[in-house]
């Protein structure tokens, strides 16, 4: 069965560094999103992106975030200076167009910032 | 707005007992879909069910069972004879067409905890 993968698993970076959080959706997709979970939190909503535009993003996605589609495979994520609250799991999720309102989540990349 | 509410924060059940996790939810729109998701220790999120407004047909799998109200936009999931390995946080959600890129709203969850 397709799925989305995410990498790394798990990253610990230093407060102020930048950070790429990985994703590859499932090949026949056209929508991608990243939703975020804060330890203990609900998952909360970040950004979808749409031929290769964003196409809607929450009040957390501010000018620290960027997302990107790099290729015709990966879609990445990308905090500018990480922050300790930055501290989260990011979910990677992608749907396919026609009405298709299931999305397909990752496994999450669980981002520890020191 | 879009709003998801799971008011249990958490249950505690004994191995075998039926528990029941409820969720209500809002949205203006009448074309939308309502799913649920558990969440494990792991992490990941493990898909359960997707249900779109226009089938209010309750459906069962397995242990599961879901029970879907539009008078009272509810979405209840119960769980027959838990297990100890049923022991997780499960998050309602709703997905909206008119919320533009199709993004999907979570509930606060319900962290479960099944006994031996």
């Known amino acids: 069965e397709p799925e989305v993968t995410q990498t790394p698993s798990h990253q610990v970076t230093q407060m102020g560094q930048e950070v790429i959080l990985r994703c590859v959706p499932i090949s026949n997709h056209l929508y991608f999103y990243w939703y975020r979970q804060i330890l203990g939190q609900k998952v909360e909503f970040l950004v979808s992106f749409y031929n290769n535009e964003i196409s809607e993003k929450s009040e957390i996605f501010d000018d620290q975030f960027s997302v990107e589609r790099p290729d015709g495979s990966n879609f990445t994520l990308k905090i500018r200076s990480t922050k300790l609250e930055d501290s989260a799991m990011y979910f990677c999720?992608?749907?396919?167009?026609?009405?298709?309102?299931?999305?397909?989540f990752g496994q999450g990349t669980r981002l520890t910032v020191v | 707005a879009q709003k998801v509410t799971q008011a249990q924060t958490e249950i505690s059940v004994v191995e075998k007992e039926d528990v029941t996790l409820d969720c209500v939810y809002e949205?203006?729109?009448?074309?939308?879909?309502l799913f649920w998701y558990k969440q494990p220790p792991s992490g990941e999120l493990v898909f359960l069910i997707r249900?779109?407004?226009?089938?209010?047909q309750n459906e069962i799998s397995g242990r599961y069972s879901w029970n879907f109200q539009k008078s009272t936009s509810s979405f209840n999931f119960t769980i027959t004879a838990s297990q100890v390995v049923d022991s997780a946080v499960y998050f309602c959600?709703?997905?909206?067409?008119?919320?533009?890129?199709?993004?999907?709203?979570f509930g606060a969850g319900t962290r479960l905890f099944v006994k031996a």
């Open positions: 959600a709703l997905s909206d067409p008119n919320t533009g890129g199709f993004k999907t709203i």
């Open positions: 999720a992608s749907s396919e167009w026609g009405g298709d309102l299931e999305a397909f």
């Open positions: 249900r779109n407004s226009f089938d209010e």
């Open positions: 949205t203006r729109d009448t074309t939308y879909y």
